[in-house]
């Protein structure tokens, strides 16, 4: 069993719609969760971040982070064709003095005009 | 530009075969990373050097080799290719990495095909 599990999709909504993308965990030590974006052929950039249960905004997305049920999501509003890429949230350890991420599969999403 | 760069960015050779890959960071980190992507988009961490130090090696084959000249370059020699090693490789940079979290800046990929 992975230490973080992510449906890779795709998934594909139409232009304007509410997206939700969800990654689950086994392991309560993770501390610090991460949302990248990764375009095709390109490499991840880091879209957001949190090391506290709860919700943080950045425009129109929002990452919320439950540590109880392990569960992170990452929500885009007014979905746009431009936000089609693949999405991977990724975890870093309490203790960890390595820096070291574990990711999800990452999700494929397309935005149809 | 101030980036993660990477060379080739494609590399297509035959089974048995030895090849590199370079990085170079210009945000002056000192930090850097190998990811290896399979074809299903799961990024796995490989390797990552703290100022040229060694800190993360994980299970990969002894055929990889990294190696760190200096802070700003981590460079990925692999011998004796095989199929499996078919991927995209991503080097990333990241200041302060050996504790906690710092934003990990990633290169644009070398597409690896072996044939």
């Known amino acids: 069993q992975k230490e973080v599990e992510q449906d890779p999709g795709p998934l594909s909504v139409p232009e304007g719609a509410i997206v939700s993308l969800n990654c689950t965990y086994s392991?309560?030590?993770?501390?610090?969760f991460m949302w990248y974006r990764q375009y095709s052929r390109k490499g991840p950039e880091l879209l957001m971040y949190t090391y506290s249960s709860g919700n943080k905004e950045d425009g129109r997305f929002t990452a919320q982070v439950d540590k109880s049920s392990k569960y992170i999501s990452l929500f885009i509003r007014d979905s746009q064709p431009s936000d089609s890429a693949t999405y991977l949230c990724a975890m870093i350890y309490r203790s960890s003095n390595t820096g070291k991420l574990i990711f999800g599969q990452g999700t494929t999403l397309q935005v149809k005009p | 530009d101030t980036a993660v760069s990477q060379t080739p960015k494609y590399l297509v050779t035959q089974m048995g075969n030895d090849k590199s890959i370079k990085c170079e960071q210009n945000?002056?980190?000192?930090?850097m990373y190998w990811y290896k992507q399979d074809s299903k988009k799961f990024l796995k961490i490989m390797f990552s050097?703290?100022?040229?130090?060694?800190?993360i090696n994980e299970t990969v084959p002894n055929r990889f080799s990294p190696k760190s000249p200096d802070k700003a370059h981590l460079n990925l020699h692999i011998n004796s290719l095989e199929l499996g090693d078919s991927a995209v490789y991503f080097c990333a940079s990241s200041q302060g990495g050996a504790r906690g979290w710092n934003e990990q800046f990633f290169g644009p990929g070398t597409r690896l095909t072996v044939l």
């Open positions: 945000l002056g980190h000192d930090t």
């Open positions: 392991n309560s030590a993770f501390q610090y």
């Open positions: 050097y703290n100022n040229k130090e060694l800190i």
